[in-house]
């Protein structure tokens, strides 16, 4: 089973129609604020000396950061928009970049192939992804980490559509990132409470470490202050006695 068309194309389409920019999408914050922190908590259970696989990379900005923490660390994107806008902005070729269908498990064997053990990160794609998605997402995620990997996602909670919707109702409508993801589709999808946590363990995967965080967003609010969205994060790592991906 692969993405739905629907998917592919809403996020080849948000890419396609987008500079690539650090900063221009909604989502696409500083990594100051979003993957440093996170590598933070990951370190503490990663074995550092292993490549990182950043799943659903977009334009690169979280990757090149993490590319500067690992030996070696690769973004992949389901949009070939959105791999390109990457590659261009890596002006030091400090990472790499690829296409790939996170629900395409065949390709994702042939990634892990060749990286071998890796640690990944996955931030902000399950809730995102189609329901019927989300389980290959977390069999992915296992399937790069094999035994000595780790795995840092975080997820929005259900409380973040409350935040959202406070944007989308400033007064003359919401702001144009906001537009551009309202154009393209890319709703954020209701994520029930546990349905994280049950995908991870359905995938086979161990919760090593969790808490809560403020998933920090490209937009301000008008007072200044920065756009964040309550959510849940996970260290995970391969359970014991099941194969990864099994």
């Known amino acids: 089973m692969t993405a739905s068309e629907r998917y592919v194309r809403a996020w080849e389409g948000f890419w396609a129609e987008n500079t690539g920019e650090p900063g221009e999408p909604f989502w696409d914050a500083d990594p100051t604020l979003t993957a440093a922190p996170h590598t933070e908590l990951l370190a503490a259970h990663a074995d550092r000396t292993l490549p990182i696989v950043d799943l659903g990379c977009g334009n690169g900005t979280q990757t090149r950061y993490l590319a500067g923490h690992f030996p070696r660390a690769v973004g992949v994107d389901i949009s070939a928009s959105a791999v390109a806008h990457a590659r261009r902005a890596d002006h030091d070729a400090v990472a790499e970049f690829e296409q790939l269908n996170l629900t395409d498990l065949v390709g994702v064997r042939r990634l892990g ?3 071998g053990e890796a640690n990944v990160y996955l931030r902000a794609v399950l809730h995102q992804s189609d329901p019927a998605d989300r389980a290959p997402v977390a069999a992915a ?10 795995g840092f996602v975080v997820e929005p909670t259900a409380a973040a559509k409350a935040v959202l919707q406070q944007v989308a109702e ?10 551009q993801v309202r154009k393209h589709q890319l709703r954020p999808a209701e994520v029930a409470p546990g349905e994280v946590p049950g995908l991870l363990r359905g995938a086979g995967l161990e919760i090593l470490d969790q808490g809560a965080t403020d998933l920090a967003m490209s937009e301000c609010h008008p007072d200044g ?13 391969a359970g014991e006695g099941r194969r990864p991906g099994s």
């Open 225 to 237: 202050t920065r756009v964040a969205l309550p959510a849940n994060w996970f260290v995970v790592a």
């Open 141 to 150: 995620v296992a399937l790069l980490l094999g035994r000595r990997g780790r």
């Open 170 to 179: 400033r007064p003359g409508g919401p702001p144009e990132k906001l537009r």
């Open 113 to 115: 192939d060749r990286l």
